[in-house]
């Protein structure tokens, strides 16, 4: 599976040594190694109680407030807003974005309107599912840098919905296969890419000298459209920690994935004690920070 990674496969086989002279021969466990990261992406998402990656949905929200909307989940960049239970657009410039109360720091879990306009939310019936939030979330705390340019373009039309694009340059090995930041390969196993407003999860990367990518296209709940040649394409970077984390405890899978269930001996007055090995400590230690803590509150 490769559907929202928070590591790709060229960084776990580049921490694990396999991107070699031989990486040839070492390809056998690349599977392997994919399923690792995915289970590793997961285990990040429970634990934290949170999703690094960024996908288009539209929530709902009681009417409690008019003019503020306390949101669930991560708000990465607001589409639209809808009251009177989506009867009503409400305008752009009447909208502020906070976190708790702090204006310039995203992503965003409250939703204001503007103290000065007459705007105000409102519902039509009940009070329930009043509000409609549509946009992108998720968590990142530096989104407007998070999409990279990955150095190329389309070298063919892309047509709706179809298993692969076709890029400008070479795809996958080597220093000319660079992003705009000079991060090289530009596409492997795992990434989240942007043509447009699409995104896709890449499934195969090619090798040297094909330029074809496999795709599975609109991810992540946006909308399969077509992009002529030459439209660029962005690929998205996680939390520098998550992707971090998601990386060693693939590699630490890997590692122990003949021996899985290791233990720790404890000697105690009756005799020992063998406890399961979680997490490894440094990985907890990343996350930690990442953890949402949810209150319980009463009227």
């Given at each position: 599976m490769t559907i929202n990674l928070y590591s790709n496969l060229?960084?776990?086989?580049?921490?694990?040594?396999?991107?070699?002279t031989e990486a040839s021969a070492n390809v056998v466990d690349d599977a392997t190694l994919v399923n690792?990261?995915?289970?590793?992406?997961?285990?990040?998402?429970?634990?934290?109680?949170r999703k690094f990656y960024p996908r288009y949905e539209t929530r709902f929200y009681d009417l409690i407030e008019s003019k503020s909307i306390r949101l669930d989940d991560d708000l990465l960049a607001l589409s639209a807003l809808?009251?009177?239970?989506?009867?009503?657009?409400?305008?752009?410039?009447?909208i502020f974005l906070a976190t708790g109360d702090n204006w310039n720091r995203g992503p965003w879990d409250k939703i204001v309107l503007t103290s000065d306009s007459g705007s105000t939310l409102q519902y039509s019936g009940t009070p329930q599912k009043a509000n409609e939030v549509m946009g992108w979330w998720g968590y990142n705390e530096d989104y407007s840098n998070a999409?990279?340019?990955?150095?190329?373009?389309?070298?063919?039309?892309?047509?709706?919905?179809?298993?692969?694009?076709?890029?400008?340059?070479?795809?996958?090995f080597g220093t000319n296969a660079s992003d705009v930041l000079g991060n090289h390969p530009r596409v492997a196993v795992g990434d989240l890419l942007r043509i447009g407003e699409q995104y896709f999860h890449v499934l195969a990367s090619g090798s040297a000298g094909n330029q074809i990518a496999l795709v599975a296209p609109y991810a992540n709940g946006t909308s399969g459209t077509s992009a002529g040649s030459g439209a660029s394409i962005a690929r998205f970077f996680p939390e520098p920690d998550i992707e971090w984390a998601t990386r060693r405890m693939a590699a630490w899978l890997y590692a122990g994935r003949d021996t899985p269930y290791q233990t720790k001996t404890a000697f105690i007055q009756l005799g020992t004690l063998e406890i399961p090995m979680g997490m490894a400590v440094d990985i907890k230690q990343k996350l930690d920070k990442f953890k949402r803590r949810t209150f319980q509150t009463y009227p």
């Open positions: 060229h960084s776990v086989r580049s921490y694990l040594n396999l991107n070699n690792f990261i995915n289970r590793a992406s997961r285990a990040v998402d429970t634990y934290t109680r809808r009251t009177q239970n989506g009867a009503c657009l409400v305008a752009s410039e009447v999409w990279v340019d990955i150095g190329t373009s389309l070298l063919t039309n892309y047509t709706a919905s179809a298993g692969s694009i076709n890029l400008a340059g070479a795809g996958s």
